[in-house]
């Protein structure tokens, strides 16, 4: 690992007026530790936002939404109750996500930053332009079952590996950010960003900026009663995904009135179709409609390699999540959070 | 540049003058501190077998530095047992067989303790095996460690309520 100055600063504030070129900042460590002792990321100066009070709390507001600090821990969010009832496919999706030692250490600000996990990426001997501009791309012909179906281009075609991420752009979420041109909110759709010819720019942030907390809006707290979080991997547990939904529904009876869908670990980002979405409204909860609207989301996917199989395992996934969602949120987190194999036979909330 | 922390390790007040921001925490009890019960597999977050409780939280100590936990309090395998009584989840390891080699059973034990105090698993075996799976055993003894962690649950519900009663 190369030599880093460190700084631990107590705002904010002044965490942004530290920032200099070559300077990261530090949450929980588990992505940009890891990375920068294989030597992906070299920062001169580590700036810990650790003690950091004001970006700690998780705030219920008034009328239903929600916001988090971007120090909160991951556990933290997915056992806050108040947090979990209001949007429990979040809670679901960090559940599904590594193991509970990291998700201890793991932040809400680092889950929204962390890289992708192409081998390439992660390898500093290979070519990989988003990690090298204009070294090329290694995963075009080499190991990229796990790569993306949408969204890719020539010069990248790495996915995003957050769960959290995914029902949080089903929602709607809010990034809110503070950098040396002071504050701004990002909506999360424009917050990852597709490769085109520019892989190296991974996020919306601009040098210096931080994100400091997410905000959930008020409707996004419409969808709790059947809101579900489904992950397909190769192993049930500590697993990235293939292929992971969050499903929501907001249903009158037998009729949607709301649908909310985003698929993970398909692009370099969350992938949200409104129009997939409004194929639903008015609509029973039915497999053909939910196929429907399937079909919509998935519209121009394309294997990037040998990766084809992921576009019809979507496209099943996403009618599972949505029949999962349609049946309610389960009264009790599953014993195996958002996954294919869960106890299907527990109680729901909705009856 | 030199960074001076202090820490609280398994109660006893301990004050680190590290030259070096690069050492984690994983390091600096196997290096620095003689605690080499702590042990280092992949260094990566992948394995669990550094797993230690930070301020009662089970982390990867090999992906905290140690620099960022200045006043923490840390708990290590070292600090279980109390004299010559094991700790309970010590105690249901060796029962249950939960073991075989061993290398992982130090971080095995502590991320248990962790997922007991969390109080999210209960004694039901599918939560207890979700809540473990940052810690892997290539000696396969997951049987038995489940019906430890399962059992050490149970015995250190009965003391609490035998305690409250």
Redesign the interface.
Known sequence: MKRFDYIRPVSVDDAVAAFRPGAAYLGGGTNLLDLMKIGVIQPDTLIDLGRIAELGPIEMLPGGGARVGALVRNSDLAYDRAFAAAFPMVAEAILAGASGQLRNAATVGGNLMQKTRCAYFQDPHSACNRREPGSGCAARGGDNANLAVLGWSDACIATNPSDMCVPLAALGAVVEVQGPAGKRDIPIADFHQLPGDQPETETALQPGELVIAIRLPTEAADFARNARYLKVRERTSFAFALVSVAAALKLDGQKIIAARIALGAVAAKPWRVTAAEDLLVGQAPTEEAFARAADALLEGARASGDNGYKIELARRAVIRALQMSAAGTPKRMPALPASPFGDVAEEHSHV | ?S?SISLTVNGAQRRVQLD???V?LLDLLRERLDLTGTKKGC???QC?AC?VLVDG????SC???A??LDGADISTIEGLADGDTLHPVQAAFIEHDGFQCGYCTPGQIM?AV??IS?G?AGD?P??V???????LCRCAAYHGITEAVVDATRRMAETTERKSA
Do not use: C
Not at chain 2, 57 to 60: E, G, K
């Open positions: 540049m960074y070096d921001p690069r984690t260094d990566r977050g669990g797993t939280r089970r982390i990867n992906l905290a530095l620099v960022t991320s962790g997922l969390e999210h039901d599918e939560r095996r979700e809540g473990m799976s940052g810690n």
